[in-house]
């Protein structure tokens, strides 16, 4: 079985841009996680996708959006980009269902903001 | 709200020790714990995980046991090879709302010499 894919694995985009990442889960897998790594702030939850529906969201600000499609595929957005938001974005794609669901992770995007 | 506490690291260890990487965890109710491994330039893996108290997860060598009376979920492994050296991420799911939420530790990096 194919593991999660993201594309574009790199990216670099100056400060007010826009950038639109994507994910596609795991056959069978309807929810799509999205978190951001930083060497500061380490992991964190950004919000999560399960049919079509964000289903839970993290304390992130309006610039970060997202959305998934009918086939479970998942698009992430960030606009206005900050430098700040340089940072290695992480899909992962679980069942979203049963318990415990457990996440598995793509290998991420790369942004750099300059 | 729910936290998970990392031993500071880096840690440097000879090929063929004892590891010991320790986690605990603050959560209402009973999560499930997972060990996620990211090796340099990729995406987290999973590594092993429990569900409720009492449980050992092991995978290649590796055993955490689920405690719930100290809250903790240490990491062990026998013998560590060089190919172990990547940073490990201690891990709680959310046992209310979204199943899918993570909240992670801050991760150690493990360096194993020959």
């Known amino acids: 079985k194919a593991g999660v894919t993201q594309t574009p694995r790199y990216l670099i985009k100056t400060r007010g841009q826009q950038v639109t990442l994507s994910c596609s889960p795991i056959?069978?897998?309807?929810?799509v996680s999205w978190y951001q790594q930083t060497p500061g702030q380490g992991l964190q939850f950004l919000f999560e996708?399960?049919?079509?529906?964000?289903?839970n969201k993290g304390n992130f600000p309006g610039r970060f959006s997202g959305r998934q499609f009918s086939n479970s595929r998942s698009e992430m957005n960030v606009s206005t980009l900050e430098l700040g938001d340089s940072a290695l974005y992480l899909c992962?794609?679980?069942?979203?269902?049963?318990?415990?669901?457990?996440?598995?992770f793509g290998p991420g995007t790369r942004l750099t903001v300059l | 709200g729910d936290s998970v506490t990392q031993m500071e690291g880096p840690v440097t260890l000879s090929e063929e020790a004892f590891l010991t990487i320790n986690c605990t965890y603050t959560?209402?109710?009973?999560?499930?714990l997972f060990w996620y491994v990211q090796y340099p330039g990729e995406g987290l893996q999973l590594l092993l995980k429990?569900?409720?108290?009492?449980d050992k997860g092991s995978n290649k060598g590796f055993e955490a046991t689920y405690r719930k009376e100290t809250t903790s979920f240490h990491l062990e492994k026998g013998s560590v090879q060089v190919s172990d050296s990547a940073v490990y991420f201690c891990a709680l799911s959310d046992p209310y709302g979204a199943n899918s939420k993570l909240t992670f530790g801050k991760g150690i990096t493990l360096s194993v010499r020959p």
């Open positions: 429990a569900t409720k108290a009492d």
């Open positions: 056959s069978g897998h309807r929810s």
């Open positions: 992962a794609s679980s069942l979203g269902q049963g318990w415990p669901d457990t996440q598995y």
């Open positions: 996708y399960f049919s079509e529906t964000q289903r």
């Open positions: 959560a209402t109710g009973y999560p499930s």
